[in-house]
C-alpha cells in the first residue's frame, strides 16, 4: 500500500486529471447530442451557458474546499485516493448514476441532454484546470 500513497502536490494533479477527464467526456456527449440535432440554437446556447455559470460556481467553491483539504495533511505522503473526501466519492457516484439514468431512460430529450451535458462538461473541466494552477503553484 506504500507505493499508493502520493504527496499532496501529486495529489492535486490527480485531482486535476479526473475533473478533467470527466469535463471532456461529458463535453463529448453534450457536443454529440447537438450534432444528433443537427443545429445549435440560440436558447440552447444561452442553457448552456446558463448551466455552466451554475456549476462553475459550485466547482469552484468545491476545487478550493478540497484543495485547503489537501494542503492541511499532516502526512507528507497521502492515498491517491484522498484527491476526494468520502462526501466527493457520493456526490460524484450520485452524478454520474443519475446521468446514465436520464440518458438511458428516455425521459430527456437529446436538446436537453445537448445543453446541460455542454454546460457541465465545460463547468468540470475548468475546474479540473484549477486543479492543475494549484498543482503548477503548490509551494509545499
Known amino acids: 500500500m506504500k507505493n499508493l500513497r502520493l504527496r499532496k502536490r501529486t495529489l492535486l494533479a490527480v485531482a486535476g486529471s479526473v475533473w478533467l477527464i470527466a469535463g471532456f467526456n461529458v463535453i463529448k456527449m453534450g457536443i ?18 446558463l448551466i455552466f455559470l451554475a456549476f462553475a460556481a459550485l466547482f469552484y467553491k468545491m476545487a478550493w474546499k478540497h484543495q485547503k483539504r489537501i494542503l492541511s495533511y499532516k502526512e507528507r505522503k497521502r492515498p491517491f485516493w484522498d484527491f476526494f473526501d468520502l462526501k466527493s466519492y ?12 436520464l440518458r438511458t431512460s428516455g425521459l430527456a430529450p437529446i436538446s436537453f441532454i445537448a445543453f446541460f451535458y455542454t454546460g457541465l462538461g465545460s463547468a468540470l473541466t475548468l475546474a479540473g484546470i484549477l486543479f492543475w494552477k494549484f498543482y503548477l503553484t503548490y509551494q509545499g
Not at 90 to 99: Q, R, S, V
Open 32 to 49: 454529440q447530442a447537438y450534432i444528433h440535432l443537427g443545429n445549435i440554437s440560440l436558447i440552447n446556447t444561452l442553457l448552456s451557458i
Open 90 to 101: 457520493l456526490i460524484m457516484a450520485f452524478m454520474m448514476g443519475g446521468g446514465i439514468w
